[in-house]
């Protein structure tokens, strides 16, 4: 899904944020900034949050020019590194349902905590059929469909 254009719903939205005040935004499981890019393009200030080293580092090899401002951090999602009510808008597309239903509920918890009020909230999970064309050898299911991935390839760049 890294390499995928950003989700038209989420671009759909960009004159009501506007139209809301909207400044700061959170990307909640980022990944390689699909969504991170074009947002900032869009003029808001947005900050990517993901667990996964390697895919910031692409976003850092790689962004393209945008005049609005982007920030990236390596973080969880159970715990992230920003103060309360911090966002305006925050989105987290296909990531928070990585995990077991503990974490599900600690990823919800976390992004309302970084949420302002009255902020807005877009989540995007798959179905529980995507799952099962996601099982691979090297994943285990933890509960009933949920499926984690236990072995990772890395490749180092120099």
Not at 86 to 110: K, P
Not at 114 to 125: A, C, D, E, K, S
């Amino acid at each position: 899904m890294q390499r995928l254009p950003p989700n038209l719903e989420v671009l759909t939205l960009v004159p009501e944020l506007k139209t809301r005040g909207v400044h700061l935004v959170l990307d909640a499981g980022c990944g390689a900034g699909r969504h991170l890019y074009p947002l900032a393009a869009a003029g808001f200030q947005v900050l990517g949050v993901d667990r996964e080293l390697s895919v910031l580092r692409d976003c850092r090899v790689h962004p393209p020019r945008v005049p609005g401002l982007v920030w990236l951090v390596q973080g969880d999602l159970q715990s992230l590194p920003v103060r309360d009510g911090a966002f305006d808008f925050v989105l987290s597309i296909n990531a928070i349902s990585h995990g077991d239903t503990r974490a599900f509920q600690n990823y919800c918890r976390e992004l309302d905590r970084v949420l302002r009020p009255r902020g807005l909230l877009f989540i995007w999970v798959s179905p529980r059929e995507a799952g099962e064309m996601m099982r691979l050898p090297e994943t285990v299911e933890l509960e009933p469909g949920t499926l984690v991935r236990t072995h990772f390839k890395t490749a180092l760049r120099r």
